[in-house]
């Protein structure tokens, strides 16, 4: 937002720095990002329970494989699957999970490809770090239930999306008018999370969730304050107790990038 008014000039909101009229805002969204992984986890092991995970949706250990479409190899990526990962975990753990970046923000085309690729190897459950509906898409096709991020993916996934993690900006947008009005000073970075209503998940599909999701999301959220302990307090996953793998994805083609074990 630009504007010759000083007034309006402090109102701009950009993930920039080094001047004095920019701010840095974000939420701690990995927390939503753990809440929905939660709910992954018991849709998981409900499938689970049931019988309903095919031979190949288990690894060579025996534990259930899940599937992640991220971005980059950003920290804000890596600390929102981690968080997915743990919140999946604490109900299912015996889950392991692969991660496959698409090296874009929003391509329809890479996401829904990486997410077919995921499903192909056997992931019975994926999750997300990009912005379109492609692996929504490839999820409702294929019959697997998939976590969404930024917005609600059941318009396109009716019977497979489960919630997606969300951001709420309304307490970031209020708190920078009324600063501007009150004419106090704006915080040069900016960082809230479910306490304070900046993190979220969107609505729970009935068709999709597994019993007791509810229950398990309202207990979550009426504790809040403790969200961001419930990740750290699970358990570390460089700790040696969990098993992910990560591979980028080219333009072009699958190829190998990097590959994490934990």
Not at 4 to 17: G, K, L
Not at 187 to 206: H, Q, R, V
Not at 209 to 231: N, Q
Not at 246 to 251: Q, R, T
């Amino acid at each position: 937002l630009h504007s010759t008014s000083r007034r309006q000039r402090q109102m701009c909101i950009r993930d920039s720095s080094g001047c004095d009229n920019f701010y840095n805002a974000f939420t701690k969204v990995y927390e939503s990002r753990y809440v929905s992984g939660v709910v992954a986890g018991m849709k998981i092991a409900e499938l689970d329970k049931n019988g309903e995970i095919p031979k190949d949706g288990y690894d060579e250990d025996g534990n259930v494989k899940v599937g992640y479409v991220g971005a980059y190899p950003y920290a804000e990526v890596k600390s929102g699957y981690k968080a997915f990962f743990l919140g999946v975990r604490s109900v299912c753990p015996s889950a392991t999970m692969k991660v496959i970046y698409t090296n874009s923000w929003a391509s329809i085309d890479l996401e829904k490809e990486a997410a077919e690729s995921l499903i192909a190897d056997g992931c019975v459950l994926i999750s997300q770090h990009a912005d379109t509906t492609g692996a929504s898409t490839a999820c409702e096709k294929a019959g697997v239930p998939i976590v969404g991020y930024n917005v609600s993916m059941i318009a396109t996934a009716p019977t497979q999306a489960l919630t997606s993690a969300s951001i709420d900006w309304g307490p970031y947008y209020t708190y920078a008018v009324k600063s501007v009005i009150d004419g106090t000073k704006i915080d040069t970075d900016w960082c809230k999370g479910y306490d304070d209503g900046a993190d979220k998940i969107t609505e729970l599909n009935d068709k999709a969730i597994a019993k007791g999701t509810k229950e398990k999301v309202k207990e979550l959220e009426e504790e809040s304050k403790k969200v961001l302990d419930l990740i750290f307090e699970y358990g570390q996953i460089d700790g040696g107790h969990h098993k992910m793998w990560v591979i980028a994805v080219s333009y072009t083609h699958l190829r190998a990038h990097e590959t994490d074990s934990y």
